[in-house]
């Protein structure tokens, strides 16, 4: 049976050439940060985001705890998105781990945060019932928002706002390239040039790379970074294998991502013209499509069981809502397939 996995772009496979790349790694200890092809992808995403220094951590979940208890003390809030990963999807990590404290601000359709918003959630100092803001975070492109992009213009403006109350920025960047991809411009215009005190992006998802995230930032966040890294498990050794993948993942397949936005594209324009599911097809930034089903239409867990059976596998997204992702490995043919099945479990076969 024909399968097209839209559920993540995490699903991709590494290309030949990492998988050449993998086997022929030159490797050392990164215990001892001797390992040469480690430090050689450390340097390219420093370069690439235009920081000091970068990490290589074992995932995107791990880079953002990271950065968390880098950045702040026990008992100290994190401002952040009602939609961001780290909220929904990093199973309360910084809280557990860090003693740190969430305090959402409701992210606009368009995954901004508002201003004035992420300001009258900032604690004032000198009241000891308070806690202290120690963090603000975006994330671009903003997952649970259908993949929207977050502008250079807009990250400056938060950078500068939590700058003037002393509080650092850090930016999940899960999906910066596809971002950067997006607007046309140099990833440094969303990263560093805008003003953010540091960098989680993963290698995994869009890159198509079997696994590691960089955490980006000065050279003395991320020496404490480091130590941190290491209280939470994320020490490695012979990781050069692992680097391997990301150096080839960040020098072939950045530009390639204009493929899986043109195909997202495509794909929510076709579900537009299905009735019975409601999709903003003119809000597509990137390569995430996140749809919702009509109230009279057949309920979402029972599509998406149907359309898994003929091979077209999504994502769940809360309150009735279905993801479909696209990414390497997913051509034109697999939307005009994929389209095709939804369309026959909505109305039934032609």
Not at 20 to 45: F, H, S
């Amino acid at each position: 049976m024909r399968v097209v996995d839209l559920r993540s772009d995490t699903v991709t496979h590494p290309t030949p050439e990492m998988r050449t790349a993998m086997y022929n790694a030159e490797v050392g200890d990164d215990g001892y940060r001797d390992d040469p092809t480690v430090n050689e992808l450390e340097a390219l995403a420093a370069d690439r985001l235009g920081t000091e220094a970068a990490l290589l951590v074992l995932s995107g979940t791990m880079g953002n705890l990271v950065a968390l208890l880098t950045h702040c003390g026990r008992s100290q809030e994190v401002i952040l998105g009602s939609e961001s990963h780290i909220f929904w999807n990093e199973t309360g990590g910084a809280s557990g781990l860090g003693g740190l404290q969430m305090r959402t601000v409701k992210n606009d359709a368009d995954g901004t945060l508002p201003l004035a918003d992420i300001e009258a959630c900032i604690r004032p100092e000198g009241n000891p019932h308070f806690p202290r803001t120690g963090l603000v975070c975006l994330e671009n492109t903003q997952n649970r928002c259908s993949g929207r992009v977050l502008t250079a213009d807009y990250t400056a403006q938060v950078a500068e706002l939590a700058h003037r109350h002393h509080v650092p920025l850090h930016l999940d960047g899960a999906r910066i390239f596809n971002a950067a991809v997006a607007l046309g411009c140099d990833p440094r215009d969303l990263t560093s040039r805008a003003g953010a005190d540091s960098i989680q992006f993963c290698l995994t998802k869009g890159l198509s790379a079997p696994m590691g995230s960089l955490l980006c930032g000065t050279k003395p966040f991320v020496e404490e970074a480091r130590r941190w890294r290491q209280a939470t498990g994320g020490g490695m050794r012979q990781a050069g294998v692992v680097a391997a993948a990301g150096v080839v993942a960040m020098n072939t397949m950045v530009d390639r991502l204009v493929e899986d936005h043109e195909n997202a594209k495509l794909l929510a324009k076709g579900l537009a013209e299905i009735p019975g599911i409601i999709v903003e097809a003119d809000a597509i930034d990137s390569n995430i499509v996140i749809f919702r089903l009509q109230p009279n239409a057949i309920p979402s867990g029972d599509a998406m069981a149907k359309l898994a059976a003929a091979g077209v596998k999504t994502s769940n997204y809360w309150g009735g809502n279905v993801r479909m992702v696209t990414h390497y490995g997913i051509e034109r043919d697999d939307i005009d397939y994929a389209l095709g099945v939804i369309r026959a479990v909505m109305t039934g076969p032609e």
